[in-house]
């Protein structure tokens, strides 16, 4: 028996957004080429300061003297006025997102002002700062538990009537394969996670 063009739209909306939010990685470096990102933070400090060297860790070796290079043309020319410097920090910024970009296999798309960064990516970076992951592990813990224990109680209530009615049994496939893509997108970041790790 076919499903309706409602509920199949409906299944496979709900089943893409679960899946998109759980396995999408780009958005999780978006802010790396924001002006509030860790990038634009680190050259700031280390055009102010005039050393290049906490830098480096941003790009691949191949592209060390590319950055060098750069940063003593920036440093430079950002002596000749103050619109000079303002424009020598853009160009140097730019130079040293787009290959940090490029070391991490996405694409440059230009500087981005100022925007809300995932909550998620806030925690990660306050956590480095203060030397402590503990609040970060308690809600995003929390948070995949109560998607999960949600999806579940849902599919398991529609699972007792799912033999009732064609709808109501329609309303069991579509919380199941909610339930089931959730975990099954969780287990893949984790997977994901592990093998990266091990790569490294």
């Not at 499903?3 to 780009?26: C, D, E, G, P």
């Not at 691949?60 to 020319?77: D, G, M, R, S, Y």
């Amino acid at each position: 028996m076919l499903f309706n063009q409602t509920k199949l739209k409906k299944l496979l909306t709900h089943s893409a957004i679960a899946v998109a939010m759980l396995t999408s990685s780009q958005a999780a470096f978006a802010h790396c080429d924001t002006m509030e990102g860790p990038v634009i933070k680190t050259a700031q400090a280390a055009l102010d300061k005039g050393d290049v060297t906490p830098l480096l860790k941003w790009v691949e070796p191949a592209e060390e003297q590319n950055i060098v290079h750069a940063f003593e043309t920036t440093l430079e020319v950002r002596e000749e006025s103050s619109q000079a410097k303002d424009l020598a920090d853009m160009y140097f910024y730019e130079t040293l997102v787009r290959i940090h970009r490029a070391g991490e296999g996405a694409p440059y798309t230009g500087l981005k002002p100022s925007v809300e960064i995932d909550p998620a990516v806030a925690l990660a970076d306050k956590a480095l700062d203060s030397g402590s992951v503990d609040k970060l592990v308690k809600i995003l813990t929390k948070a995949m538990e109560n998607g999960i224990r949600e999806r579940f109680a849902h599919a398991s209530n529609n699972q007792k009537h799912a033999d009732d009615s064609v709808d109501e049994g329609r309303e069991f496939i579509e919380s199941y394969v909610g339930f089931t893509h959730y975990v099954e997108g969780l287990h893949g970041l984790i997977k994901g996670g592990a093998a990266n790790h091990s790569e490294h």
